[in-house]
């Protein structure tokens, strides 16, 4: 089995004391590939040196709405001058998106934000890794507007059988984390076991969405293998074909992830 964990953020300080641990314990039930994207511009040089440093791992260049301040323009301006110098593990644009929760920013102001992560991705010809909370409505609009070679993915997708069709018929995958190992969270199961499955993606969210039966715990990319379980039996599958299903995916949509 040879799995990639899309979207987790083992550059986070809750790693600190055991990452590498952590890793090799990814690495042990077939998760080869972690993808870290970040959330602020002033964690790029870091992100990239601990990419170097681990063959597995590899990352996006971006500016969470929840940590973005209000002189992201020239935070925006730090992201281009890094991505000029053509980080070789660098695979996606992101964690970028709408968070109309937590964010400091108005709306507005999210919005021309992440319209300046579309115009990298459309530049460096790289996939987003969107962050979408409360805001699909919001964001459909948007990914219309800006036709991305690359598209994207929903992280952490949790919405409606039909909103995930909107996405998906845009060419924009959907991120499948802990939610779906919750029986509760029916709408979301039923969004992933209807949807075309070509357009499927793991992930984690380490070191949060922990998984059912952690709660309250740190989640690490090992915990894959319960969200692939989950997944196989809302398919109806072999777990063999689904996890066959998965890596392809993943080559497809990092298609600069080697």
Do not use: W
């Not at 970028?96 to 999210?110: R, T």
């Not at 300046?116 to 996939?127: D, E, F, I, N, V």
């Not at 689904?242 to 298609?255: G, M, P």
Request: with cysteine; net charge negative; glycine share 6%.
């Amino acid at each position: 089995m040879v799995l990639t964990d899309s979207h987790c953020h083992l550059d986070f300080a809750a790693f600190d004391d055991d990452r590498d641990e952590v890793i090799g314990r990814a690495k042990a039930v077939g998760v080869t590939k972690m993808v870290i994207p970040s959330v602020c511009h002033r964690s790029l040089d870091r992100l990239h040196q601990l990419c170097q440093s681990h063959s597995e791992l590899f990352y996006g260049v971006g500016i969470h709405p929840r940590f973005a301040e209000p002189n992201f323009e020239d935070a925006l301006g730090t992201l281009a001058q890094f991505l000029e110098s053509k980080p070789d593990k660098c695979v996606a644009i992101g964690e970028c998106g709408i968070d109309m929760v937590s964010s400091p920013l108005s709306l507005e102001q999210q919005m021309t934000l992440f319209e300046g992560h579309c115009r990298l991705a459309t530049q460096h010809q790289l996939p987003l890794l969107i962050h979408s909370r409360k805001a699909h409505h919001h964001l459909l609009p948007l990914l219309d507007k800006y036709p991305l070679p690359a598209k994207g993915v929903i992280h952490g997708f949790s919405g409606s059988a039909q909103m995930a069709k909107e996405f998906v018929k845009r060419g924009f995958y959907l991120g499948v984390g802990g939610v779906v190992t919750y029986e509760r969270a029916q709408k979301t199961r039923q969004a992933i076991a209807e949807v075309d499955r070509n357009f499927l993606l793991l992930e984690t969210d380490s070191p949060d969405m922990p998984v059912s039966g952690f709660q309250g715990m740190r989640n690490e990319p090992c915990r894959i293998q319960l969200v692939l379980q989950a997944v196989t039996e809302l398919l109806d599958l072999p777990c063999s074909e689904v996890s066959s299903l998965f890596s392809e995916n993943s080559y497809r949509f990092f298609n600069r992830l080697v």
